[in-house]
């Protein structure tokens, strides 16, 4: 196989773990016979700086002629005012509506010898495994009218949460067959008890459940759901839910694995386009100074290999590389307990080509 991937690496720890991302790419590359083709191009703070705008439009032509996006991470204290005209985020959100992300997987799941990790303890995090469905490129953070409204009354603000059937449609239909894959359980999360788009969303959601009959589906509210990923996450298999409440939900259920180092993601269009990131932030604290866990970057280029291209023995390969290495009981600092070793990102991503090549 030939594939073109465009490499967005973006600030802080992004260009740091994106590297060993494209390391472990090549390895599999020369083991299956595979040629991945890189395009490197600037998004984020960085291309606010050097471009003046944070999606540049010869970095959007590049991800729409490639198979696929390898994101870092955007953003950073330089970048932070919220009063700003042109932020970092904003060529994010740009950047899925343009490209037609409208479903963002975010797979949560403990490694052995992780669950001491979380601050949860371990025999509530320990059987984890979890993914959440959130609809990217609808709801707040699109709807319009949205913006300050201030007038001789005083400042004022509007934002709008706005919804279509389609829209609901085929987000849970993409949930529905990710669990055919799985366990077989759909939740899906709303505020129906307030929300009129929330009563759109359960009814298109039991509508599209009707067409799964072999697969289980609930509906939670958001309020419970919050609860209940502290309580009892090992019920939940597949989550489904609307963008701002993905948002939230998906980074505290992020905490339950201890470290957002180790999750992955992919933001899915019609067919098999996707990009792929970590789910952690830019870090500007660490960044520069090998310390970044590589290991959520690894685990995308994973999710890429077997949604993006369909390859499956290669995506398990992968995984089943960092599954060894974290058995061996290797730590980046992230992870590692007081007193233990911590390895640094270079250290991790050779770890796991190595792992890769001996499989």
């Known amino acids: 196989m030939d594939a073109k991937i465009a490499v967005l690496p973006g600030d802080g720890i992004g260009p740091e773990v994106v590297a060993e991302g494209i390391k472990v790419l090549n390895a599999v590359g020369e083991k299956y016979g595979h040629d991945f083709i890189f395009f490197v191009a600037l998004a984020g703070g960085k291309a606010i700086d050097e471009k003046g705008t944070p999606l540049p439009d010869e970095t959007l032509e590049i991800c729409r002629k490639c198979d696929a996006v390898l994101l870092g991470a955007v953003g950073g204290p330089k970048w932070d005012d919220p009063k700003a005209k042109v932020r970092p985020e904003q060529g994010l959100l740009r950047l899925r509506k343009e490209l037609g992300l409208f479903a963002n997987i975010r797979p949560v799941k403990i490694y052995p010898g992780l669950a001491g990790s979380s601050t949860l303890k371990p025999e ?4 984890v495994d ?3 469905v959130r609809e990217l490129t609808g709801g707040l953070y699109f709807g319009q009218p949205q913006g300050r409204r201030d007038n001789e009354q005083g400042r004022a603000a509007v934002d709008t949460m706005a919804y279509t059937e389609a829209e609901i449609g085929r987000l849970m239909r993409v949930a529905f067959d990710l669990a055919r894959q799985r366990r077989k359980k ?3 999360v709303d505020k129906a008890n307030v929300l009129a788009s929330s009563r759109l969303w359960r009814e298109v959601a039991h509508e599209v459940a009707a067409e799964y009959p072999d697969v289980e589906y609930e509906d939670i509210l958001v309020d419970a759901c919050a609860m209940y990923l502290i309580r009892r996450p090992g019920d939940f298999d597949v989550i489904a839910t609307e963008n701002m409440f993905g948002d939230i939900l998906s980074d505290e259920a992020s905490m339950l694995a201890g470290s957002m180092g180790m999750l992955p993601s992919a ?9 792929y990131e970590p ?3 830019s870090a500007p604290d660490i960044a520069g100074q090998n310390l970044a866990n ?3 970057t690894i685990l995308s ?12 023995a290669e995506a398990d390969a992968v995984e089943a590389a960092v599954e060894s290495v974290l058995a061996s009981g290797h730590r980046t ?3 590692a307990k007081p007193g233990e070793k911590a390895i640094s990102t270079e250290e991790m991503g050779a770890l796991v080509m190595e792992a890769i090549e001996q499989l």
């Open 333 to 335: 600092a992230d992870l």
């Open 301 to 312: 280029t994973a999710m890429m290999l077997r949604t993006t291209f369909g390859l499956t």
């Open 279 to 281: 789910i952690h932030g």
């Open 294 to 296: 590589p290991l959520a």
């Open 124 to 127: 509530i995090v320990e059987k």
């Open 130 to 132: 979890l993914v959440i």
């Open 267 to 275: 933001s899915l269009a019609e067919g098999k386009f996707g990009l």
């Open 186 to 188: 759909v939740t899906s």
